[in-house]
């Protein structure tokens, strides 16, 4: 008997790279500061583009940022943003790379603080992943945005981030697991998994 393929979000489709983000890692709770600060640039650096995009040249970030070390990323000098402006295999946006360096200086100041940035994080949640009362079927029907997702971004930039706004704060928050926003009848929707 063949087994019945498994449902999942509308959103990664049949690409591979996309179904393999989908099934390990978009939704899990996360609690690492090291990937918290991966994707929070990352989600900065998809502003304006597509996440197949970002997944795709995925590799070459982790490369060109040191495998996410926010110290090393946070005492970039010129020589570093010249580098990454002339890195093919990143997004090549002078005002993100700029933000990325900034951001992990404040990503430092805000693990000086609260102890992680994971601590930090996941009080805007009480600690718990946000799970919505009713699922929708697609999931061009989740909000952008919620109150948690407007109080982060405003947060966030007083403490000197950039390209935090509320929506990608929002698919920051469901992509690292403080929002379970799987879809109805998709295998990992309510799943726990840390």
């Known amino acids: 008997m063949t087994p019945r393929p498994r449902r999942r979000c509308d959103w990664c489709g049949g690409d591979p790279l996309f179904v393999a983000y989908h099934d390990r890692e978009w939704g899990r709770p996360c609690r690492d500061d090291r990937t918290l600060f991966e994707f929070l640039v990352l989600?900065?650096?998809?502003?304006?583009?597509?996440?197949i995009t970002i997944l795709r040249k995925r590799g070459n970030f982790r490369r060109a940022f040191h495998n996410w070390d926010w110290r090393v990323v946070a005492a970039f000098g010129p020589a570093d943003v010249r580098r990454l402006?002339?890195?093919?295999g990143i997004v090549r946006n002078?005002?993100?790379v700029a933000a990325s360096i900034g951001n992990a200086q404040?990503?430092?100041?805000?693990?000086?603080?609260?102890g992680t940035f994971s601590s930090y994080l996941w009080r805007f949640t009480g600690g718990r992943t946000i799970v919505p009362?009713?699922?929708p079927r697609r999931f061009t029907d989740l909000p952008t945005r919620s109150a948690v997702s407007d109080a982060l971004s405003a947060d966030l930039r007083r403490r000197g981030f950039r390209f935090v706004g509320t929506t990608i704060c929002y698919s920051y928050l469901q992509a690292?697991?403080?929002?379970?926003?799987?879809?109805?009848?998709?295998?990992?929707?309510?799943?726990?998994?840390?």
Do not use: I, T
């Open 133 to 135: 009362h009713r699922r």
């Open 94 to 96: 002078r005002l993100k």
């Open 43 to 51: 989600e900065g650096f998809q502003a304006g583009l597509s996440w």
């Open 106 to 114: 404040a990503f430092m100041r805000v693990r000086a603080e609260f």
């Open 176 to 194: 690292m697991g403080l929002v379970d926003d799987h879809v109805a009848g998709c295998f990992r929707a309510g799943r726990r998994a840390h």
């Open 85 to 88: 402006l002339a890195d093919p």
